[in-house]
């Protein structure tokens, strides 16, 4: 399979770790390009539910090999727990795993920050973090006081680390929270660094030799185009770049290596957090659509908030990223419906938006122009060819390609691997 860029197109839990499972079987190596432990993709392999945090999905595979690139920024201790979970579930890790040693450390002073910044807000102004200190990571990095996976090997990572200590409790107690245990935590660190230390390396130089000797690659990313820093409904956004472009900057792959770009995206809406959200639904709609979708995110556990298919949302995702194809997911949340509702523009102050508007006040403002299309109102979940579906789901599936201007290549109507119909890729 050609190298290939897998983005979510909306606010994330699209069901990319479904879609990264399904196509792992077709490519060598499978590299996280960023974000952290604050999302999840949640694999149904048989009777078995697996949550992965940070460790690619390709780890489900046998024999694959899986990078967790310098743009993630890395717990230690959630990834030692989870490397230590999946071997208790009998999955060979191996040698099959190789973490960037350029990649950033989330350490538990993160955490404090980013729950005492979220306190302090009012509650218009709150994120919705998930508190895991991703945010303030990042913002290390970006302050180039951070610490890197590399710098555990130095002998002198226990000064550097006291050092910072040091300046982030200063930072806690002027904030009015508690100061943490520089010793503690620095157990802590260590005990975890013995898990992980065998497999940190050159990520860099591994995957550039992968390209240089043909092998293909499936470059996995977290959250979706809508929380990237960037182009997301900023400031409710996540602290790296989710899209397409992160791929690169997150791996140190050139955008010449790239072959493809697939979005990933439901055939309804859901958000995790705060912000603007312009088709949500809160009624009994969009109860169904939770109950039926089991939207609660994989990470949190916290309910996503769901709302109606929003094109101009998919549209604005594809110019972003540039994606070759969808891999559309849960058709079968819509079965029971007997009239569906697409999103196609938005209005506000009197004048329609085809494109986000790159203000959130304005964004927040904005309420949807709505098309009705029939539901099919039939189980779709057993079904593994397209051809065998409702025409009223083919309709509609085939009205959003026409509305989003990119064509279909994979439909989920389940959970299990078999429930995947591929579509012309």
Known sequence: ????????????????????????????????????????????????????????????????????????????????????????????????????????????YHGALDASREAACRKENKIGTTKRGIGPAYGDKMSRVGLRLGDLRDPAFPQLLTERMNEVNRVLEAMGAEPLDTAKLITGICEAARVIEPFIGDSITFLGEAVRDGKSILFEGAQGTMLDIDFGSYPFVTSSNSTAGGACTGTGVPPNKIDRVLGVIKTYTTRVGEGPFPTELTDEIGELLAREGNEFGATTGRPRRCGWFDAVVARYSAMINGFDVWAMTKLDVLDKLATIKICVAYECDGERYETVPGNVRILARCTPVYEEMPGWQSPTGDITVYEDLPQAARDYVERLVELTGVKLGILSVGAPRKSTLRVGM
């Open 1 to 108: 399979m050609a190298n290939t860029v897998l983005v979510g197109a909306q606010w994330g839990d699209e069901g990319k770790g479904k879609i990264i499972d399904v196509l792992t079987s077709e490519v060598d190596v499978v590299a996280r390009y960023q974000g952290g432990n604050n999302a999840g993709h949640t694999v149904i392999i048989g009777d078995a539910k697996y949550v992965l945090h940070l460790l690619p999905s390709g780890m489900l595979h046998e024999g694959k090999q899986c990078v967790i690139g310098n743009g993630v920024v890395i717990d230690p201790t959630a990834l030692a727990a989870e490397i230590n979970e999946l071997s208790e579930k009998g999955i060979d890790i191996g040698d099959r795993l190789l973490i960037s040693d350029r990649a950033h450390i989330v350490f538990p």
